[in-house]
């Protein structure tokens, strides 16, 4: 199992504090952003890890982690020159992952569950981690049978049809990256993440499991402070 960590776009939400910065370098309470992530699969065993960056910072990421000796594992980088979908890290990525499943996690999310054994337990097939939300229409949203069997995925739904949103973790086996060449680029010219997993969906090949703790999307103002706020009482009760 490789792992990807994806922190490239230009984070324009969070202007100013990105003109001068990427998002996922921001300080969340005593560590970079970035460093959550990161944790999530060093947990997990990952030790083979590619980091995808915007070309403004790629220095200040390179600064910041090294080599990944520092954090007993191996880091390789690869430049996003523009964001053209969460998808298109397995295209940037494609040498890196080989014949390897791998586990792809956004820069910018905060999970507080360990996901060891449901990455240690992948085998094939896709799988992603569905998380129970108060505004499901800011994500894909995940449609379940009465068995908790997934139905549909659809992205930002005007009219969701629950209210259970896919978080930004994501595990698939190596034919990814001809699955997302295969994608035909939506109507704002990305590829989706959501086409993808609706591929796996339509194979009978996606699992989808449950985010049980906190998990923080932190690309607005205040999410971030509610990360902030959040790791700094994590930090006090450990």
């Known amino acids: 199992m490789k792992g990807i960590i994806l922190a490239g776009g230009s984070g324009t939400r969070l202007r ?7 998002k996922q370098l921001l300080p969340i309470y005593d560590k970079p952003m970035i460093f959550y992530p990161l944790e999530t699969l060093l947990k ?7 980091i995808i960056v915007a070309p403004d910072h790629a220095g200040d990421f390179l600064k910041l982690l090294g ?3 520092e954090f007993g594992c191996k ?7 523009k ?14 992952i080989g014949n390897d499943s791998v586990t792809l996690i956004l820069g910018d999310n905060l999970f507080e569950d360990d996901f060891s054994d449901a990455i240690r337990s992948f085998k094939s097939g896709g799988r992603i981690f569905a998380k129970e939300v108060t505004d499901p229409e800011r994500f894909g949203v995940v449609e379940f049978d009465d068995q908790r069997r997934a139905l549909s995925i659809v992205e930002k739904p005007t009219e969701p049809k629950s209210n259970y949103a896919v978080t930004g973790l994501y ?9 997302v060449k ?6 704002r010219g990305e590829l989706e993440i959501t086409d993808l997993n609706n591929v796996y969906l339509q194979e009978g090949s996606l699992d989808v499991a449950f985010v049980e703790g906190k998990w923080l999307d932190t690309g607005t103002f205040e999410s971030l402070f509610e990360a ?3 790791a700094r009482d994590r930090s006090r009760a450990a």
Do not use: C, M, R, W
């Open 67 to 69: 080599s990944g000796q």
């Open 228 to 230: 902030i706020v959040f």
């Open 16 to 22: 100013p504090l990105t003109k001068v910065t990427s």
């Open 171 to 179: 595990i698939y086996d190596s034919t990814v990256v001809e699955k």
């Open 75 to 81: 880091f390789t980088y690869e430049i996003q020159d």
């Open 44 to 50: 997990a065993g990952i030790k083979d890890i590619l």
């Open 83 to 96: 964001p053209d979908g969460l998808a298109q890290a397995f295209i940037i990525g494609q040498n890196f």
């Open 182 to 187: 295969n994608l035909q680029p939506s109507a």
